[in-house]
């Protein structure tokens, strides 16, 4: 398979002068596998506008079974409220509420909320009519070619917008490219599970886990303190992976689970009068930045207590074990090795983060970032 899709430039397309400058996303019907790329953008983006690219009915319920409420024109945007159900979006309409099939819109040109995500081709690459080699080959790109991708990640392969004609690349050969913006967005769903917090995305003002409960896992340090907890799901997933590592022979401890935003914003300034702002940022995160005010992020270490949220952490047996097993808990490597300009944060085999099995299964069986699985723009440090 990776030999029939990384190809030579085929001579005659070079002939001819293919430019593949790709344009603006944004221009895509999504069908059903692929609206699930948009389920983050409403996690993590202010409000997402789509346009009805059809007539349009809207529905009391996710299926056509379901009343007809009001039919919408061709054109007519909708502000989509709630996440994908076999298709369905659920949509704010004038202020009432409503389903849509995902089959018959596309996300707005004009939202703002949105950003395009570009890709670099890091091989010549063939762009095939579907999302494996089995497909024809549309055409075929030169490495550092960009890319738009316009849906999710499917067994590896990408959905690209290439001149406005939808194709599929395998994600081996291509990687996020460099951010358009550098504004920072407030999370509009902080409480979503899989949510993207990153030194762009950030947790509103005040934002408190509601669930946060004490995990019952050992930690590095015996005080009953805040860092012992985290929302319900992830207390209860953690205390899993560690019951099942120890079977096996690996033996963990929390170092640092939850961070209240006062905590942060203490540890932040005290850095900055340390080291001054501009070194600070670079080490530690902006309050309302860092993972751990999720409630869903914890830091572990092995069982001596050595190398706690240290360089030397990696390589360990212990680290080893959760690259390997992490996932099949929910848990994924948030910061992994090489993806620096992705994530904003260097190689932390130690800082786990909860995404729920699903999207862990994916992010780490491809060697992934959740900014990739999201499709959107990389952190630059
Ligand atoms: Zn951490």
Request: glycine share 8%; net charge positive.
């Amino acid at each position: 398979m990776t030999k029939l899709n990384k190809v030579t430039l085929n001579k005659r397309l070079l002939a001819t002068g293919f430019a593949f400058i790709i344009l603006c996303a944004g221009l895509i019907g999504f069908n059903h596998a692929n609206i699930k790329v948009l389920e983050p953008s409403v996690a993590n983006a202010a409000t997402v506008t789509y346009t009805a690219t059809a007539n349009l009915n809207v529905r009391t319920g996710p299926s056509t079974a379901n009343k007809i409420i009001a039919t919408v024109k061709q054109g007519t945007k909708l502000t989509v409220t709630g996440k994908n159900a076999n298709g369905w979006l659920k949509v704010s309409l004038n202020g009432q509420t409503g389903y849509v099939s995902g089959q018959y819109v596309k996300i707005s040109n004009s939202s703002s909320s949105t950003e395009t995500v570009t890709y670099t081709a890091t091989a010549n690459l063939n762009v095939r009519t579907g999302p494996s080699t089995a497909n024809k080959i549309i055409t075929t790109v030169k490495q550092g070619t960009k890319l738009t991708v316009t849906g999710k990640n499917v067994n590896g392969w990408l959905k690209v917008n290439l001149n406005g004609q939808t194709g599929y690349v395998s994600s081996k050969y291509v990687k996020i490219s460099n951010s358009s913006s550098d504004a920072i967005q407030v999370v509009a769903k902080p409480e979503s599970i899989p949510v993207l917090v990153n030194k762009k995305n950030k947790l509103p003002e005040n934002y408190v886990p509601k669930d946060l409960v004490y995990t019952s896992i050992p930690f590095t340090f015996k005080e009953k303190t805040e860092k012992r907890k985290m929302r319900s799901e992830a207390a209860v997933a953690i205390s899993k992976l560690f019951t099942e590592s120890k079977k096996q022979g690996v033996s963990l401890l929390g170092v640092s689970a939850y961070r209240s935003h006062a905590t942060q914003v203490a540890l932040f300034d005290s850095y900055v009068k340390r080291d001054g702002y501009a070194k600070a940022i670079t080490y530690s995160a902006l309050p309302g930045t860092s993972e751990h005010e999720t409630g869903l992020a914890i830091d572990v270490t092995g069982g001596n207590g050595k190398c706690a949220a240290q360089d030397c952490f990696g390589g360990t047996k212990e680290a080893k074990w959760l690259q390997a097993h992490a996932d099949d808990y929910g848990f994924i490597i948030r910061y992994p090795k090489g993806k620096e300009s992705v994530t904003g944060y260097k190689y932390e085999p130690w800082h786990l983060r909860y995404v729920g099995k699903s999207i862990a299964q994916t992010i780490m069986s491809q060697g992934i970032t959740l900014e990739e699985y999201y499709y959107t723009r990389a952190v630059q440090k």
